[in-house]
């Protein structure tokens, strides 16, 4: 799975998207700078621009620190000062990415799309991914999680899922979420 998410493997992946739409932008300039980069390829294909070198630097250097730290770099948190800068440089990029998404040509939407660092919400990413890890408890398990003091991996989730109820009892949730919520509770025995 791991050679499906090199940089070669997923530039091919969003080039091959590309010309299945037949988008005629500025595409294949943001493609040959990302190629070039990831195959060491200079000088094949159109000849990239600064800014389209630069974005692509910028992807690499995100999808880098994601393979390095298995999450993707943040842009703040509490201790502000425990933040590396290249981290919070990274994390920086994608927000402009998410912010500036209509400025974006389609190879740069497309690629940023699968890429495995970046998600255009990380809320509702991180939200998915505690939802997927009590799902995957329950298969594990045959019950939801409970505030179990002995592993320490359950009360957490636990404790997410009870707010994640008292939100859904107080209609706080969007709609997709609290539908996702509700299947997830209805197939589950109780503990």
């Known amino acids: 799975m791991y050679d499906e998410l090199t940089p070669a493997a997923l530039c091919a992946r969003a080039f091959a998207a590309l010309q299945g739409e037949g988008t005629a932008d500025r595409s ?45 770099p943040r ?30 040509t389609r190879y740069q939407v497309i690629r940023l799309d699968i890429s ?3 998600r255009w919400d990380p809320h509702e990413a991180a939200w998915q991914s505690r939802l997927d890890e009590c799902i995957q408890h329950r298969i594990a398990t045959g019950r939801i999680p409970y505030l179990n003091v002995v592993d320490a991996a ?34 589950s025995p109780t503990p």
């Not at 294949?28 to 800014?51: F, Q, T, V």
């Not at 919070?88 to 927000?95: C, I, N, S, T």
């Open 154 to 187: 359950e009360f957490s989730l636990a404790r997410w899922l009870g707010r994640q109820m008292r939100l859904l009892q107080y209609g706080a949730h969007p709609a997709a979420r609290a539908e996702r919520l509700r299947a997830f509770l209805s197939d």
């Open 116 to 118: 495995p660092s970046f």
């Open 28 to 72: 294949l300039s943001y493609w040959a700078a990302d190629h070039a980069l990831a195959s060491g390829a200079e000088g094949y294909g159109p000849r990239p621009g600064k800014r389209a070198t630069n974005w692509a630097e910028a992807l690499h250097r995100h999808e880098d620190f994601w393979r390095l730290h298995g999450q993707s």
């Open 75 to 104: 842009e703040n948190t509490r201790n502000r000062s425990a933040l590396p800068s290249s981290e919070r440089h990274a994390g920086e990029w994608a927000r402009r990415q998410r912010r500036y998404e209509q400025n974006l």
